[in-house]
């Protein structure tokens, strides 16, 4: 399995920035993807972002053009650089891995806060 640990959350103002940071250790080695997932106060879980080890991204509608993910694949480290934060933007924020047989990890770490004041 993989543990995940995910920081850089906060409280900002609609329009600012937040960068956040997620290392991931004990499967290096069965790194595939990595991403960014949110979760708000009575909604389900989604994907926010998506980067494969060759640098390709994906994003949610939601975020396009807001939101950049980057990762440093000798580091297992990825990072979301959000601008333009909405008060939408508010919830839990999670990183996960996909192994190698192209399915996300099970596990999940505890998540950073972002929250975005109108």
């Known amino acids: 399995q993989v543990q995940l640990v995910e920081s850089g959350g906060g409280l900002v103002q609609a329009g600012g920035s937040l960068r956040l940071s997620c290392a991931a250790s004990?499967?290096?080695?069965?790194?595939?993807?990595m991403g960014w997932f949110r979760q708000a106060p009575g909604k389900q879980r989604e994907l926010v972002a998506s980067?494969?080890?060759?640098?390709?991204?994906n994003y949610a509608d939601s975020v396009k053009g807001r939101f950049t993910i980057s990762r440093d694949n000798a580091k297992n480290t990825v990072y979301l650089q959000m601008n333009s934060l909405k008060p939408e933007d508010t919830a839990v924020y999670y990183c996960?891995?996909?192994?190698?047989?192209?399915?996300?990890?099970?596990?999940w770490g505890q998540g950073t806060q972002v929250t975005v004041s109108s």
């Open positions: 996960n891995a996909k192994s190698l047989t192209g399915r996300w990890y099970s596990s």
């Open positions: 004990g499967s290096s080695v069965n790194i595939n993807d």
């Open positions: 980067i494969t080890r060759g640098g390709f991204t």
